[in-house]
Antibody, heavy 118, light 108 residues
Framework: QVQLVQSGAEVKRPGASVKLSCKSSGYSFNVYSVHWVRQAPGQGLEWMGK????????IYSQTFQGRVTMTSDTSTSTMYMELSSLTSEDTAVYYC???????????WGQGTLVTVSS | EIVLTQSPGTLSLSPGERATLSCRAS???????IAWFQQRPGQAPQLLIY???TRAPGTPDRFSGSGSGTDFTLTISRLEPEDFAVYYC?????????FGQGTKVDIK
C-alpha cells in the first residue's frame, strides 16, 4: 500500500536550517509529484510547494521562495525539504503529500513537528 | 493568488443532522479543481472529495461535493460521531495551491 513516512521531530535555533525527509513506498516513485504543506499550532494548512521527482523540477510558493529547497533521491524513493533562516514563525507540523493522477493529493505523511526556539 | 474563503468558521450540530460547508474562491476555477480534506485532531489531513464532486476511495457516500466557478459546497447528509472535525477546501487550478482557513464542525 502507498505510504509516506516522514522523519522525526526537530528542534532548531532561530537562524538555523532544517532538512526533513519523506520516504515513499507502495507506488512508482518517479511518476507522482510530492507536495509539502505546513500547519502552525492551532492554525490552518499552508502550501509550500511541490517537486516532480522524475524531472527534479520544483514549484515553490512565493512565501518561501529563496528559503526552501525541495529535492529527491530516486535511489531511496525519498523526498527532502530544506527550510533555511528559521524563525519562531516556522514552528509547525510539516507534511508531505503525494499528488495523484488527477492532481489532488491523496496520500499524506504523518507529519514532522519542527520547533524553532532559542 | 487565488484566495479561498470558507464559511462558517464553526458549525455546531448534533449527530444525525445535515452539515453544509461553503468555500468561495476569489476567481473562477478552471476545471472545478477543488478538493476537500477532513482533519481530525493530531492527524494528517485526509482527502475526501476532488474535482469538486468526486469522492476519494473510502469516502462514505454521506459526503458530497458540488459547485462551480467560484462557489463550492461540501455537504454531509447525516453527521456521524467521527465526522466532527475540521474541513479544508483547496484549489489546484495552478500555483500556489491555496487552502481555505477551515470550518470546524463540532458537537452541539
Amino acid at each position: 500500500q502507498v505510504q509516506l513516512v516522514q522523519s522525526g521531530a526537530e528542534v532548531k535555533r532561530p537562524g538555523a536550517s532544517v532538512k526533513l525527509s519523506c520516504k515513499s513506498s507502495g507506488y512508482s516513485f518517479n511518476v507522482y509529484s510530492v507536495h509539502w504543506v505546513r500547519q502552525a499550532p492551532g492554525q490552518g494548512l499552508e502550501w509550500m510547494g511541490k517537486i516532480n521527482p522524475s524531472a527534479a523540477s520544483t514549484i515553490y510558493s512565493q512565501t518561501f521562495q529563496g528559503r526552501v529547497t525541495m529535492t529527491s533521491d530516486t535511489s531511496t524513493s525519498t523526498m527532502y525539504m530544506e527550510l533555511s533562516s528559521l524563525t519562531s514563525e516556522d514552528t509547525a507540523v510539516y507534511y508531505c503529500a503525494r499528488e495523484n493522477a488527477v492532481r489532488s493529493t491523496d496520500y499524506w505523511g504523518q507529519g514532522t513537528l519542527v520547533t524553532v526556539s532559542s | 493568488e487565488i484566495v479561498l474563503t470558507q464559511s462558517p468558521g464553526t458549525l455546531s450540530l448534533s449527530p444525525g443532522e445535515r452539515a453544509t460547508l461553503s468555500c468561495r474562491a476569489s476567481q473562477s476555477l478552471s476545471d472545478n479543481y477543488i478538493a476537500w480534506f477532513q482533519q481530525r485532531p493530531g492527524q494528517a489531513p485526509q482527502l475526501l472529495i476532488y474535482t469538486t464532486s468526486t469522492r476519494a476511495p473510502g469516502t462514505p457516500d454521506r459526503f458530497s461535493g458540488s459547485g462551480s466557478g467560484t462557489d463550492f459546497t461540501l455537504t454531509i447528509s447525516r453527521l456521524e460521531p467521527e465526522d466532527f472535525a475540521v474541513y479544508y477546501c483547496q484549489h489546484y487550478a495552478g500555483s500556489p495551491r491555496t487552502f481555505g482557513q477551515g470550518t470546524k464542525v463540532d458537537i452541539k
